[in-house]
């Protein structure tokens, strides 16, 4: 007796402190129809102010027969009465497009609490089957804590259960995988940023009755690059039983197989399926059409404004629909001559085969006039984040049959290049892919055929543009080998590597080059070398070894004056990097002293802000490298920055050479090359372009000097390329896809101008850059009973003018300027409700602008000096 009183002791105090989950053995019992309320509310709004919503709610009865079965395995019948839809705030009530549901019941079958298929008696609206399937799915549920894998509309789910009592659970559903299509940049500044949550609450009867359940699906969709721009979409669904049940027939027979073929019914799976929406309004114009409303903003004149950056993002999606043949219609209209660029600058941002088969017909150079639109479809090409196999494909047969043209030679190896290295980045595919390889030693072979630097520099930019590593040691060889041109055309394709990529043995061969252990070494090559070792974040020690060179003998003192440049710019943008270099230099008394850290030199290196929120986070960092009082190698770099991660939109590179006899005082070592030259270097997100050169020798200089050709403002660079380019599907648990997307586009127009006197021994230069950027985005979620859609943009017209200032007649005086004009930003906010069949949609839309002062960049005090001199000269 004892012994019984003691075990049911035990038992009572186990079951007060664990909850026992019930069986389903009650659950859906066989010959019986219960009723449920079923209410789903959809709001979609403003990612960054949400309040005020649009949405919809649809209300219905749900009626659960079990027509067979027993206590494990269950065939339920399922019927959809009374479906009503209202927007939200239950303004409008529409039961037309959903009438269709009261007639025709659907048939699941039930497994232990999962659901494992629907049945359907004729095909459907795919809206309507979608919703069937997420009123299903509600049902299913387990009882036991832990992780399950589960299926429905949402996709195929890891699932874990949590027990908050013996009657009530929660479950949270995590990486839902979904087949469907999905791209997105690879580069995280470029992407989108999406943050959801799926979970369910249910509630049983204790006899193991669902009695209640309420559903959340939640998505809030960001652009990385805007923090302050998106949207987001709020689904919750309820099901609550009704009191009472009824009686049911049932249907005899020993197994489902055996019920589902009696019933004639047709077996679908639990994702939801693609509803393809029937297209109403402006952006449903075939591409020939929407061309021709927007030919005004895809002149000339308007790159690098806003409208064309605008223009473009509104053609792409349409254009990856269009045929060959309407491309050639746009192509060859007379009406379109002025429209011909930017027209190609679109071919290469929709980057299919059939735009590509259109533009190839235009790859001609015989002339000026055709090189620069062929030149100019290539280099939007490579800046595509959409590469094609088909097209890598033709354009390697194009360069393996070599081109009698240099230019577009040049071109078509750098495109080649860009298109390889982001095929390789494609999900599945990597630097071993077959085509990646075939380009690579293509590359390769063509650099050991060449026999001048001339040639050799074409395919090492195009190995630049790879950025495969199986080309490390190729082009550290070069680096270390080659003549100077080769050596820093070498370090600078090197300098684009990811820094993961160097490891001890290379940080050697970069610390070998920068303070020319082994030999005499190029001072670009020398000041790349550095940056990359900076790059890898040195160390005390590291750091100390580096800047000994500032004590040294070395007579090329503009080389420590980059160095100082440089350590002085990091140590501005990271504390911790300024408190290492203040250790540095404490530690060693030589080193610090006015007579080494106020080492002479005109070299510059500096990151300023460029812009901030309301706008976009982004960086302007650049670097000067002198040689003789004259420039050497100049970069101005503009870099979209998100958290630490950075994305070069834009670099202007400036190069000169064989110059500096013009200005040098003849107390210093200059390096000076046999002919003179100057020209641009342009990268484009990251894809070098073909250097643009101003003049290759004295004779053709002094002809430049004379006639005034240079002074006048030349367009170096006109485009128009895409940023954003991202889709992709998040379907919810009510089976309604939310379809998520951004496009955004850059319109640059880059132009410069030169003036220099003999007489009066100075010189001046001018860039001007132009840009304008749009970036749009949607959330909409379509179905034939409604519409919802978030659609947002924003806008901004950046310019920048850098300019600069050299007297040569007594000392070298050199003034700078880097201005930023006055910008307006612009973002835009609208949401959407409609009800297709009908005349309803309730739009909502929020404008805001933002005024941005201009200003001009500080650059340091030496550079304030002498801007100061030439003023009062």
């Known amino acids: 007796m004892k012994i019984q009183l003691a075990v049911l002791v035990v038992v009572s105090l186990f079951v007060g402190q664990c909850h026992v989950a019930p069986a389903f053995g009650d659950a859906f019992q066989l010959g019986t129809e219960q009723s449920y309320n079923y209410l789903n509310e959809v709001r979609v709004g403003d990612a960054k102010n949400a309040t005020h919503t649009v949405g919809y709610l649809v209300k219905a009865k749900v009626h659960v027969a079990t027509v067979w079965g027993d206590d494990e395995h269950k065939l339920l019948r399922l019927k959809i009465s009374s479906p009503s839809l209202y927007t939200t705030p239950g303004e409008v009530k529409q039961r037309t497009t959903l009438a269709s549901i009261d007639s025709t019941p659907f048939y699941v079958y039930w497994n232990l609490g999962s659901v494992k298929k629907i049945y359907f008696e004729k095909q459907e609206d795919a809206s309507l089957e979608n919703f069937k399937k997420g009123v299903a799915t509600l049902f299913q549920y387990q009882l036991l804590d832990g992780q399950y894998v589960e299926e429905?509309?949402?996709?195929?789910?890891?699932?874990?259960?949590?027990?908050?009592?013996?009657?009530?659970?929660?479950?949270?559903?995590?990486?839902?995988?979904?087949?469907?299509?999905?791209?997105?940049?690879?580069?995280?500044?470029?992407?989108?940023?999406?943050?959801?949550?799926?979970?369910?609450?249910?509630?049983?009867?204790?006899?193991?009755?669902?009695v209640k359940v309420?559903?959340?699906?939640?998505?809030?969709?960001?652009?990385?690059?805007?923090?302050?721009?998106?949207?987001?979409?709020?689904?919750?669904?309820?099901?609550?039983?009704?009191?009472?049940?009824?009686?049911?027939?049932?249907?005899?027979?020993?197994?489902?197989?055996?019920?589902?073929?009696?019933?004639?019914?047709?077996?679908?799976?639990?994702?939801?399926?693609?509803?393809?929406?029937k297209c109403d309004g402006d952006g449903c114009d075939n591409l020939v059409k929407l061309v021709k409303n927007l030919k005004k903003s895809l002149t000339n004149v308007r790159i690098g404004k806003q409208d064309a950056s605008a223009a473009l993002v509104a053609l792409v999606k349409q254009g990856r629909q269009t045929s060959t043949e309407d491309f050639h219609r746009i192509l060859k209209a007379k009406t379109m001559d002025e429209q011909q660029g930017q027209l190609l600058d679109l071919l290469g941002a929709i980057q299919t085969v059939q735009s590509h088969k259109a533009a190839k017909t235009l790859l001609k150079y015989e002339s000026d006039e055709e090189l620069l639109l062929a030149e100019r479809y290539l280099q939007a090409l490579a800046v595509g984040s959409r590469p094609k196999k088909a097209i890598i494909e033709d354009l390697l047969e194009m360069a393996e049959k070599k081109p009698n043209n240099n230019k577009f030679y040049d071109t078509l190896l750098q495109t080649l290049g860009s298109l390889a290295h982001r095929y390789a980045k494609l999900p599945g595919n990597s630097y071993d892919t077959e085509l990646v390889e075939k380009v690579k030693n293509f590359l390769l072979s063509q650099l050991d055929w060449c026999k001048k630097d001339r040639c050799k520099e074409k395919f090492i930019r195009g190995l630049h543009n790879l950025k495969s590593p199986k080309t490390l040691d190729i082009l550290i060889k070069l680096a270390k080998e080659g003549s100077a041109k080769i050596s820093v055309a070498a370090m600078k394709a090197l300098r684009?590597?990811?820094?993961?990529?160097?490891?001890?043995?290379?940080?050697?061969?970069?610390?070998?080059?920068?303070?020319?252990?082994?030999?005499?070494?190029?001072?670009?090559?020398?000041?790349?070398?550095?940056?990359?070792?900076?790059?890898l974040k040195p160390d005390f020690e590291e750091l100390m070894h580096l800047v000994?060179?500032?004590?040294?003998?070395?007579?090329?003192?503009?080389?420590?004056?980059y160095l100082l440049q440089k350590v002085r710019m990091l140590a501005d943008r990271c504390p911790d990097f300024a408190a290492l270099l203040e250790k540095v230099i404490r530690r060693d008394p030589q080193l610090n002293n006015y007579h080494i850290l106020g080492a002479r030199g005109l070299s510059v290196a500096l990151m300023r802000t460029y812009s901030k929120v309301p706008s976009f986070n982004a960086s302007l960092e650049s670097l000067q490298e002198m040689n003789g009082g004259v420039l050497k190698r100049g970069i101005v770099d503009l870099a979209l920055e998100v958290g630490e991660e950075k994305f070069s939109m834009f670099t202007l590179g400036l190069f000169a050479g064989g110059l500096s006899s013009f200005v040098s005082s003849g107390d210093e070592e200059v390096e000076d090359d046999t002919d003179s030259t100057a020209g641009m270097e342009l990268s484009v997100q990251g894809s070098v372009l073909r250097p643009l050169v101003f003049f290759d020798g004295k004779g053709e200089l002094m002809g430049h000097v004379w006639s005034g050709t240079a002074s006048e403002s030349t367009p170096a660079y006109q485009a128009t390329t895409l940023l954003q380019d991202n889709e992709e599907r998040f379907p919810l648990q009510n089976g309604a896809i939310v379809k998520l997307s951004t496009l955004g586009a850059i319109s640059i127009d880059l132009n410069g101008q030169v003036?220099?006197?003999?007489?009066?021994?100075?010189?001046?230069?001018?860039?001007?850059?132009?840009?304008?950027?749009?970036?749009?985005?949607?959330?909409?979620?379509?179905?034939?009973?409604?519409?919802?859609?978030?659609?947002?943009?924003?806008?901004?017209?950046?310019?920048?003018?850098?300019?600069?200032?050299?007297?040569?007649?007594?000392?070298?005086?050199?003034?700078?300027?880097?201005?930023?004009?006055?910008?307006?930003?612009?973002?835009?906010?609208?949401?959407?409700?409609?009800?297709?069949?009908?005349k309803y949609r309730k739009v909502h839309t929020s404008k805001m602008t933002y005024k941005l002062p201009g200003h001009t960049h500080a650059l340091n005090q030496k550079n304030n000096d002498m801007c100061n001199l030439i003023a009062k000269s």
């Open 152 to 210: 429905d509309p949402s996709g195929t789910c890891e699932v874990q259960y949590t027990s908050h009592s013996s009657t009530r659970y929660h479950k949270v559903k995590n990486n839902c995988k979904f087949a469907g299509d999905r791209h997105e940049r690879t580069e995280y500044p470029m992407r989108s940023l999406i943050k959801t949550a799926r979970s369910v609450d249910f509630t049983v009867s204790t006899e193991g009755t669902l």
């Open 214 to 277: 309420d559903a959340l699906d939640y998505v809030k969709y960001l652009v990385n690059a805007y923090d302050a721009l998106g949207a987001f979409l709020e689904s919750t669904t309820k099901l609550e039983l009704e009191k009472g049940s009824s009686k049911v027939s049932v249907v005899e027979a020993k197994t489902v197989d055996e019920v589902v073929k009696s019933l004639a019914v047709t077996e679908q799976g639990l994702l939801s399926a693609e509803f393809q929406s």
């Open 496 to 535: 684009s590597f990811s820094v993961f990529l160097w490891n001890d043995e290379f940080r050697a061969v970069f610390e070998d080059i920068f303070m020319q252990v082994s030999k005499k070494y190029d001072s670009s090559a020398r000041a790349l070398a550095l940056d990359i070792l900076l790059d």
């Open 548 to 561: 000994q060179v500032l004590k040294s003998n070395d007579k090329a003192y503009e080389v420590k004056q």
């Open 755 to 838: 003036t220099m006197s003999i007489w009066g021994r100075n010189a001046q230069s001018k860039v001007e850059q132009n840009t304008g950027i749009t970036v749009t985005g949607s959330l909409s979620l379509d179905t034939s009973f409604v519409s919802l859609n978030v659609h947002f943009n924003v806008g901004q017209e950046p310019q920048l003018h850098l300019s600069s200032d050299l007297d040569f007649s007594t000392d070298n005086t050199l003034c700078m300027q880097l201005r930023q004009t006055d910008s307006v930003f612009s973002r835009n906010v609208v949401e959407s409700v409609a009800v297709p069949g009908t």
